[in-house]
């Protein structure tokens, strides 16, 4: 069965303060995975879309990485501005291809 | 270019009533997804629309239906709602349905079942 598990559930960092969020996944066969963050009180905003291991996209701050088991999301010197929730999830090539599996996410708190 | 546009933000009813829940997608996406969110189960598939047509469906009970329009708005409806039924409903669309089409999501609506 399809998998996503994302670590830690929470994370606080102070500005500057550079760190990794982890998404580790069980697919039978990837088809993408996806990174997305969430505000409170919005919807899943979209980031990143990786296809094999081995590419890496960026946008600001923020660079994610994938492996044949795992994704990192990097934050390099995070601002307050970069608080949020960020969830991880994968589309596979079996019989559940249609959808998109999630993480649980990781609530990053940036303080200033 | 207007985002997925989703109505109403906020519900509140008992349990028994039944709820429509409304999506717009971006101009030009014509597929549409719906999931659930809780704090317990996270984000669940719902169903997906394309063309009209439901190609795919989650593990819900039957009482939760939808259907998309020929402009490609979706909506879906829960009957006889239950308390465990309080969530954040997503709509989600995408151009199509390849590897090179994420899903955008909406903002929600945000049912509770009393």
């Known amino acids: 069965e399809d998998q996503v598990t994302q670590s830690p559930e929470a994370l606080r960092l102070q500005e500057g303060e550079s760190s990794s969020l982890n998404c580790s996944y069980t697919v039978s066969g990837l088809r993408g995975l996806f990174w997305y963050r969430q505000d409170p009180g919005k919807g899943p905003e979209f980031l990143f879309t990786?296809?094999?291991a081995g590419e890496e996209k960026e946008k600001e701050r923020l660079k994610a990485t994938l492996t044949k088991k795992e994704s990192f999301l990097h934050i390099t010197a995070p601002k307050p501005e970069d608080s949020a929730t960020y969830l991880c999830?994968?589309?596979?090539?079996?019989?559940?291809?249609?959808?998109?599996?999630f993480g649980s996410g990781t609530r990053l708190l940036v303080r200033p | 270019k207007a985002g997925v546009t989703q109505t109403p933000r906020y519900l509140i009813k008992t349990r028994g009533q039944q709820v429509t829940l409304s999506c717009s997608p971006i101009s030009g996406h014509r597929s549409v997804s719906w999931y659930q969110q809780t704090p317990g189960q996270g984000l669940q598939f719902l169903f997906e629309?394309?063309?009209?047509?439901?190609?795919n469906k989650g593990n819900f009970p039957g009482r939760f239906s939808g259907r998309q329009f020929s402009n490609s708005r979706s909506e879906m409806n829960v009957s006889t709602l239950e308390l465990g039924d309080s969530a954040l409903y997503l709509c989600?669309?995408?151009f199509g349905t390849g590897m090179n089409s994420p899903l955008h999501f909406g903002n929600g609506t945000r049912l509770t079942v009393t």
């Open positions: 629309y394309f063309s009209e047509t439901q190609r």
């Open positions: 989600a669309s995408s």
């Open positions: 999830a994968v589309q596979g090539v079996g019989d559940s291809s249609y959808k998109l599996i």
């Open positions: 990786l296809y094999s």
